[in-house]
Every structure is written in C-alpha cells, then in structure tokens.
C-alpha cells in the first residue's frame, strides 16, 4: 500500500461520544475502509484509506458539523 497522507480536520462542535460516533459511522460508511480517528479533548479528527479531504469534509457537515480542514501541522 502507498504510504498515503492523513486528512486532518478540527470539528469544534464535535462535544460527546455521540457527537464522534455519528462522524465515525458517516465517514466509514461513504468511504468504505476509511479509518477514522478522533480525540474530543482537542475536536482534532484525522481520517486515512482516502485523499478527497473536501468529500470528507462534505460528509461530515452533512451530519450537522462544521469541521475545518488543517494541515499534518495543525493549521487551518
């Protein structure tokens, strides 16, 4: 497999495990072996197995969200 970058994206409205679940299921589900990873202290989500960072981010604010895609660095 190619060594593929992550797509990072800080969802400030992501506030509870439900709140990571709904954006877990939706990403896995329209990116089938997408792997989702996501740290609510932070509201960092960082998704790898796919490159389309606008999809992505599409889906999520399609479950309600406003995520802001950042670089591996952090900045938006």
Known sequence: MPNEAAIAMI???MT???????I?????????GAR???DLATHRV??????DARA???????E???PVLV???GAR
């Not at 992505?56 to 399609?62: C, E, F, K, N, W």
Request: glycine share 10%.
């Open 36 to 38: 989702v990873s996501a």
């Open 24 to 32: 877990t299921s939706a990403v896995e589900g329209a990116f089938p």
């Open 46 to 51: 960082t998704i790898s197995g796919t490159s």
């Open 71 to 73: 670089d591996a660095a």
């Open 11 to 13: 969802v400030e409205d």
């Open 56 to 62: 992505v981010a599409d889906v999520v604010a399609a």
């Open 16 to 22: 509870c495990g439900h709140c990571v679940r709904t």
């Open 64 to 66: 309600g969200y406003a």
